[in-house]
Nanobody
Framework: QVQLVESGGGLVQAGGSLRLSCAASGRTFSNYAMGWFRQAPGKEREFVASIAWSGGSTYYADSVKGRFTISRDNAKNTLYLQMNSLKPEDTAVYYC??????????WGQGTQVTVSS
């Protein structure tokens, strides 16, 4: 099983930055394209960004494009999300997961990002 542990969230002012990390266990981590997702209170979980298994291709939701950068270090089994120019609408719990989803891999606890105005 792959275990996912997100960290790095916190409370920041609008315009600030945060760097999220996702530590993944399991020898097959590098086999998966990975993504970041987020869920705001009362809202559906939404896609934020994804990165190919090799790190060679990335994709971003329009809402974060130009502000967020996804990266990965397969040797460290770690996924990152650098978030700059944060907006209040970025407030959510952020999760990492393979993208496309792998049925046997569930959601972690996520990390809370709160952006104040």
């Amino acid at each position: 099983q792959v275990q996912l542990v997100e960290s790095g969230g916190g409370l920041v002012q609008a315009g600030g930055s945060l760097r999220l990390s996702c530590a993944a266990s399991g020898r097959t981590f590098s086999n998966y394209a990975m993504g970041w997702f987020r869920q705001a209170p009362g809202k559906e979980r939404e896609f934020v960004a994804s990165i190919a298994w090799s790190g060679g291709s990335t994709y971003y939701a329009d809402s974060v494009k130009g502000r967020f950068t996804i990266s990965r270090d397969n040797a460290k089994n770690t996924l990152y999300l650098q978030m700059n120019s944060l907006k209040p609408e970025d407030t959510a719990v952020y999760y990492c997961n393979p993208h496309p989803r792998v049925p046997s891999i569930g959601w972690g606890q996520g990390t809370q990002v709160t952006v104040s105005s």
